[in-house]
Every structure is written in structure tokens, then in C-alpha cells.
């Protein structure tokens, strides 16, 4: 990945020997920024590495310092934050799969509240308390047919959504009590290269390794599709900014169907795509119809913008799984090597 992050920035001051802790540093998200980090700073990553067990070593390698342990057990996260009493903390840390969620509501309150509490608790006993950077999500908004900025009503609509939202409120409260500094990302739907829960892309992604006929249910919802790359740089531009208790959507500005999702996969492969619609899945219980981020707050504050286009981050995943035919994944290659060229 390479981000050119911002030149006019009000740093925080975070050097080299000084650690960035990462909670769910073994997740997508957070395996992504903890390699990013890594070469320039001491990262510590706190996961139970139950959503990739492979990502462990990987990190490693990296030369991060990684701690197998889970942020329902205030034990393991106070000792591991007090050993190495980083700088900042990103606690990316959640059960997030929406389904998961709903079959586990218990864990998922556990997990996303609980371990915000224990944080919480962990932080406000320390002298020189850390800077916190929160991953929460769009989800805590209510149902909108249009763009929606931080200051539009909060109001969601499964036990993910409202598990972040009492995160966030927990958060404001430890900084009114304890004096905590914060900022808090909501992110909209990550998608990229080797994301290994079954969100809508990984799941159309497997289908089209078997066939080019797809079972699914509602395609009709529209969502703001964001590569991971893109998150990875909003929040490197946390650290480069000071203001705390701020709130910043992270997407890309643009709602996209999953029908128009799939054509689009139909144009870079060069295949034709079917959708075969599964009735018993059509409508998802508590599904949002419309979910698009208003990004301007992010844009004028971090100097932050998306670069990586849908099409772009399709293709990259597409190439990689060998799903684009040989004809097309040549021309794409001479494109962008003549694009590199100008």
C-alpha cells in the first residue's frame, strides 16, 4: 500500500520508539494498519486471532510485537496496555459481521461494549493516559435515502449498530470523567484483497470461483463500498491532527447497488454475470435500503481523500483470484503500465 499522507498536518507527537497499541490489530482492518505502521513505529497488536489465525505469524514477520488475548477479560488488556503503555491506541476490537452478530447478540455486547468499558477502565488510571482512536461505524445512523453527515440523526437498526453507539457514548463520558482523548472513525462497507469474513464481495468473490450463475437475495440495497487502503489512511491521519472528541465518516461519498456491484464484476472479468435471487434470502430482517457517507468533514479537517475507485479495487481482487480473462488482465496490465508511464 502507499499513502501520501498530509504535509500541513498538526502532528501528535509519536516517534519512533514511542508504541502504537492496535486491539483487532489480527482483524482486516487492523492487520492492514499495524503493517503500515510498523516501519516506523513500536506496534503492539491485542487480538484473540480468532477471524484469521494465520495472521499471527504473518505480523510477526513484520516486526510487531503481538499478543494473543481478548478484550472481554480486563486482566489480559490492562496488563498488556500497562507493559507497554503505548502512545495511542487503536481499538478496532468488535464483532462485526452482521449475522454473527445477530446470533450471538450476548458476545457481541460483551465484545463491542464490554471492551470499550474495559479500555476505558484500563486508561483512565494511568497518568499519561494514551490518545484513543475509535473504529466505529455507519451502522449507528438511522435509515437515510441520502448522504448522511456525522451531525444526521443516530438511530440504528441491529445490535452491531447500537453496540457502537454505546461505545461512543461510553467515550464521551470517560473524557467528561477521566479526561480521555479521542476520535472516532464510523466506517462504511470495507472491501480489498484477502478479507476473510463473508461480507457481500468475499461472498460473490467465492460464488464466481464455482460458477458464473449467483445465488443471492436483495440486490436492490445500495451501499458506499470503501477499499481497505483508504481506512488505512484516514486513520494515519489521526495521528497526524490533533482534534480530540472529533467525529469523521470514512467512505467514499458514492452508493452503489449490489445488482450494479455485480455488473460492474461482469464488466472487469468479462463475463456475464447471472443473479439467481434465493427468496428465503431477499430481504435481510432490519436491512438498510440506502447507506452513503457524507465525507466532507474527513476532507477539510485530515486533509483526507479515497483514492481507490470500485472499479479499481474489483479489479485488483478480481486479477488476483484469476477471474479475469487472460485478454482483459493483459489489457488492464499495458493500461497501467502506460498510465505509470505519463
Known sequence: MDFSLPNNANPLPIGSTDTIFITGGGGFVGSNLARFLAPKHRVVVFDNFSE????????????????????????????????????????LAAVHFLPQCDKAPAKTWATNVGGMQNLLDTVAKMPQKPYLIFSSSM????????????????????????????????????????GINYTIFRFSNIYGLHSTVPHIIPRIVAQL???????????????????????????????????????????????????????LMGEITGQEIVISTVPANTV????????????RAARRDLNWQPKITLTEGLREILITENLVSRRKSLWYSITQLVSTKR
Open 284 to 295: 435481510r430482517r432490519n436491512d438498510r435500503m440506502n447507506l452513503q457517507t457524507n465525507i
Open 52 to 91: 484469521n489465525p494465520a495472521m499471527a505469524p504473518i505480523l510477526r514477520a513484520h516486526g510487531i510485537t503481538v499478543i494473543r488475548g481478548d478484550v472481554r477479560k480486563k486482566r489480559q488488556l490492562e496488563g498488556a496496555i500497562r507493559k507497554y503503555k503505548p502512545r495511542v491506541i487503536y481499538h
Open 209 to 263: 470461483r464455482n460458477d458464473t450463475v449467483l445465488r443471492l437475495g436483495n440486490t436492490a440495497p445500495k451501499r458506499d463500498f470503501i477499499h481497505v487502503s483508504d481506512i488505512v489512511s484516514g486513520l494515519v491521519a489521526a495521528l497526524q491532527h490533533q482534534k480530540p472528541h472529533a467525529v469523521y465518516n470514512l467512505g467514499t461519498g458514492i452508493a452503489t447497488s449490489i445488482r450494479k456491484l455485480v455488473a
Open 139 to 178: 451502522a449507528v445512523y438511522a435509515d437515510l435515502p441520502h448522504a448522511i453527515r456525522e451531525t444526521h440523526p443516530t438511530k440504528p437498526l441491529d445490535i452491531y449498530g447500537k453496540s457502537k453507539l454505546a461505545s461512543e457514548k461510553l467515550l464521551r463520558n470517560a473524557h467528561r470523567t477521566s
